[in-house]
């Protein structure tokens, strides 16, 4: 039996009803973008591979797969994520913007591995960026940004997830952990693996260790930043993203369903600061996620204050209402070329015209209207 | 809001109860007399589904279920990947054990340094035990009846979870070393817990207080 059609694990095609979805769904979102003022840029979909993947960052070097490039002798990789792109972008390209720099894209990424059990290996990545401003300002222009676009499609009930990983690495610094053992705590505490963590921290001196089984319990709505005032120790780490937190409980208040989780890290290795996420009722997974990633473009040449947010329009689409086609007008191939003129006015003026070679069904063309010939002219009737 | 947690049938079942009791949650039936793999409780809201031990996290993970109690062992064995695991439950207390044919010498087994045959239904605790004392092993997947493998031949040794220790006695093997301690874990679907807070929330903290010392 032929087995040519089989497609490889986590990898599909997007069929016409979904690619509907998908399309229109895309244009809203890059329209919304642009009037917000951000530009698009389009990334090569493979680049070396070194540019791709900083140094340390495991999670997205397992991800990214590399090939040797027989025209320069050196490792590419296909991008797994478009962030670090714009980063570079913003880092050396458009170096001549000192001020604010918006840009924003769509386009597909490929995992090496699926990132959850139903994730699709060949994500469509959409997502905007925010360059040159560190105030929180920025990370609320961002969240209103991801949670119009979420809003946009039809996704309206939201819950929005902040955490804030500096204090996480503030916590891990002063206590002076390890990179291997910061690594294994930071697996652990996404993990809420409160049995993990005790053995863990064991031996860690105090106010860290009770800092660090505090954390998998401060998730919650707003009153979670005050039980976290109390329970951990007063870094200027721990301080500064409390402050950010209750200004993003104040900013937000009312606007959208919020809740704050300490212990939520799972963003990217690049991220530094504020963490968000949203997530839909019937979704085990979020829908949107985004966060701040101070001086990532540093290994391009300039360090710049970053904040953004992405999403797989691929995974969205499935919650979205689907569409209608439009339905068309048939035109019988015995009347052209008699009706070439008519039929490119029509097509002109944004109507389907679909030429039919077999006599087939109103269902079969999806066509509700027929070209006719009129006297001396043409005119349209209905078809059904 | 509605809330599904996934158990399993037998010990880990009978030893939960108490927990649900403390949640003010008891089920409707017995999954031990009753066939149905959906079974209501007292509360309108909340549901159980009884599903195998080894699928708990899976669940869970799709979040077809909210919320599970699975073995440390399993949840190993799964990953623990889209899981929140914030309690350890107590319950259903065993150990993870390397077992050999009485009379087998272990130890000068390991120190030869030659590859060691291990069946187990827990290959990645196996392969991560030996991994980390140095030891090259071949792992053989087995779905149960373990005790059996080093008997006829097809193991040098056994990694398995050991209660009282009875099967193995009964078979010939002798516990050479232990792995890890195994309980129950509440496992918690991770968008379910920021999406169902207000409903969780109360039942985490009802087990957390009639967790057993």
Redesign the interface.
């Given at each position: 039996m032929m087995r040519n059609w089989l497609l490889p694990e986590h990898i599909a095609d997007i069929l016409p009803a979904t690619a509907r979805q998908v399309e229109s769904a895309k244009a809203a979102m890059l329209e919304r973008f642009r009037t917000a003022g951000y530009e698009l840029v389009l990334p090569p979909l493979i680049e070396y591979a070194d540019s791709l993947v900083s140094e340390g960052d495991s999670a997205l070097d397992l991800k990214t797969f590399k090939l040797d490039d027989p025209f320069s002798g050196r490792q590419l990789g296909l991008r797994a994520d478009i962030t670090p792109q714009v980063a570079r972008i913003d880092a050396h390209l458009l170096a001549h913007r000192t001020g604010v720099t918006r840009l924003c894209y769509a386009g597909s990424v490929v995992h090496a591995r699926p990132a959850g059990l139903l994730s699709s290996r060949e994500p469509l990545q959409v997502g905007a960026e925010l360059y040159g401003y560190a105030g929180i300002e920025a990370d609320l222009e961002i969240i209103g940004l991801m949670l119009s676009t979420l809003r946009l499609v039809g996704v309206n009930a939201l819950r929005l997830d902040v955490g804030h990983i500096a204090i996480f690495r503030g916590l891990a610094a002063a206590a002076g952990l390890g990179s291997a053992q910061t690594a294994e705590l930071f697996a652990i505490l996404q993990a809420k693996d409160v049995g993990s963590l005790r053995l863990l921290v064991a031996d860690v001196a105090e106010p860290y260790r009770s800092a660090f089984l505090a954390l998998p319990e401060l998730y919650g709505p707003a009153s979670v930043l005050e039980r976290a005032r109390t329970r951990l120790p007063s870094l200027p780490e721990v301080e500064l993203g409390l402050m950010q937190l209750a200004a993003i409980a104040r900013h937000l208040e009312g606007q959208v369903e919020l809740s704050f989780d300490l212990a939520e890290l799972r963003g990217d290795y690049y991220h530094t600061g504020l963490m968000f996420a949203a997530y839909a009722p019937g979704w085990s997974e979020a829908l949107a996620r985004g966060g701040r990633y101070d001086n990532v473009g540093r290994r391009f040449g300039r360090a710049r204050p970053a904040t953004g947010f992405s999403l797989d329009l691929r995974d969205l689409v499935r919650i979205l209402p689907e569409r209608d086609p439009a339905r068309g007008i048939r035109v019988a191939a015995r009347h052209l070329p008699g009706a070439a003129a008519e039929v490119q006015r029509l097509r002109e003026a944004g109507e389907i015209v679909v030429i039919d070679y077999l006599a087939e069904s109103a269902g079969a063309l999806n066509c509700d209207r027929e070209l006719v010939p009129a006297g001396e002219g043409w005119q349209v009737i209905p078809f059904n | 809001m509605t809330l599904t947690i996934a158990l399993s049938k037998g010990r880990i079942f009978e030893e939960t109860l108490p927990l649900l009791a403390a949640a003010g949650i008891t089920p409707a039936e017995n999954p031990e007399s009753s066939r149905k793999l959906i079974i209501d409780t007292n509360l309108p809201d909340v549901r159980l589904v009884i599903v195998r031990a080894s699928d708990v996290p899976?669940y869970v993970?799709?979040?077809a279920a909210d919320l599970g109690i699975a073995g440390?062992d399993v949840l190993i064995e799964h990953g623990?990947?889209?899981?929140?695991?914030?309690?350890?439950l107590n319950i259903a207390k065993c150990r993870m054990m390397v077992a050999v044919e009485n009379g087998f010498d272990y130890e000068a087994a390991v120190k030869q340094g030659a590859r060691l045959k291990v069946a187990t239904k827990y290959p990645r605790i196996a392969r991560e035990h030996f991994a980390a004392k140095g030891v090259h092993v071949d792992i053989i997947k087995l779905y149960g009846s373990m005790e059996l493998a080093p008997l006829v031949g097809l193991a040098d040794a056994i990694v398995d979870l050991v209660s009282t220790g009875g099967t193995l006695r009964a078979n010939n093997l002798v516990a050479v070393e232990h792995i890890l301690d195994i309980s129950s874990?509440l496992v918690?679907?991770?968008?379910?817990?920021?999406?169902k807070?207000a409903t969780i929330?109360p039942v985490l903290e009802a087990f957390a207080s009639a967790v057993p010392a």
């Open positions: - | 899976t993970q799709y979040g440390r623990g990947a889209g899981l929140y695991q914030p309690l350890d874990r918690v679907n991770q968008a379910a817990l920021k999406l807070y929330q």
